[in-house]
């Protein structure tokens, strides 16, 4: 089915700013909602953020609402997360899935591949 690529990782200071793209192949990225996740070794993906297929409705983990912004351009296929305010905490690969479940995407179709987001003190 659908293809997602994440991109856009990096290192960045505490309180600096990033922005993650997950670009979508094959079939068409608004089919489904989307999900923002990410994990650190030894622990559990973590959801941060959705945004939903028909009404661009948004929903954001308590540990990063007010500073991430998630958004999506159905032209080019893409969702992305504004990630501002960085803090430390928020180091991780960061990966983007359909999103079956709405709001907090308890069932995932498709996987990305991931990208490192680093931020350092």
């Known amino acids: 089915q659908v293809q997602l690529v994440e991109s856009g990782g990096g290192l960045v200071q505490a309180g600096g700013s990033l922005r993650l793209s997950c670009a979508a192949s094959g079939r068409t990225l608004s089919s489904y909602s989307t999900g923002w996740f990410r994990q650190v070794p030894g622990k559990e993906r973590e959801f941060v953020a959705s945004i939903s297929r028909n009404s661009n409705s948004t929903y954001y983990a308590d540990s990063v609402k007010g500073r991430f912004t998630i958004s999506r351009d159905n032209a080019k296929k893409t969702v992305y997360l504004q990630m501002n305010s960085l803090k430390p905490e928020d180091t991780a690969v960061y990966y983007c899935?359909?999103?079956?479940?709405?709001?907090?995407?308890?069932?995932?179709?498709?996987w990305g591949q991931g990208t490192q987001v680093t931020v350092s003190s």
């Open positions: 899935a359909e999103c079956r479940i709405w709001p907090s995407c308890k069932a995932v179709g498709s």
